[in-house]
């Protein structure tokens, strides 16, 4: 994980201060905290992704992977959402998904994060289905 998100990041820090506080956190400020739920949302995008948590059929294009990790992400936010003894704000919602959407986006686009992320579930040999499917074809004769 510190690979992609190191200690002192935003989203590692938000991460464990709703981890340290998990009971509470909610109710040490006056409203929700969106940036806070947001960064810790996306951490948390990338810690399932990572752990292959969930993960059916793995992304092969940098598109495919951000849909993955905002979906996630969603799941995180709804999560922390309906823990919270706070109301969000109007819009708050949408402002915290996008706060989310913009903090995945920013850690894909650091050097090579998305392709080191994309190759983390791809398989390095050929599946063994691909390999029968090919000696089967090249014994049929038409």
Request: glycine share 2%; proline share 6%.
């Amino acid at each position: 994980m510190d690979n992609f998100l190191a200690p002192n990041s935003t989203e590692a820090m938000a991460h464990s201060k709703l981890s340290e506080d998990w009971l509470d956190w909610d109710i040490s400020r006056p409203s929700f905290d969106e940036s806070l739920v947001a960064h810790c949302a996306s951490y948390h995008a990338f810690d399932r992704y990572l752990s292959e948590e969930d993960l059916f059929i793995p992304p092969r294009f940098p598109s495919e992977l951000e849909r993955v990790l905002r979906r996630h992400a969603y799941d995180s936010i709804h999560n922390a959402i309906s823990r919270s003894r706070q109301t969000l704000k109007s819009g708050g919602y949408s402002r915290t998904c996008h706060l989310a959407e913009q903090s995945i986006r920013s850690i894909l686009n650091i050097e090579d994060n998305a392709r080191r992320l994309l190759a983390w579930h791809r398989p390095n040999t050929p599946s063994p289905v691909a390999v029968d499917m090919t000696r089967t074809a090249s014994v049929i004769k038409v």
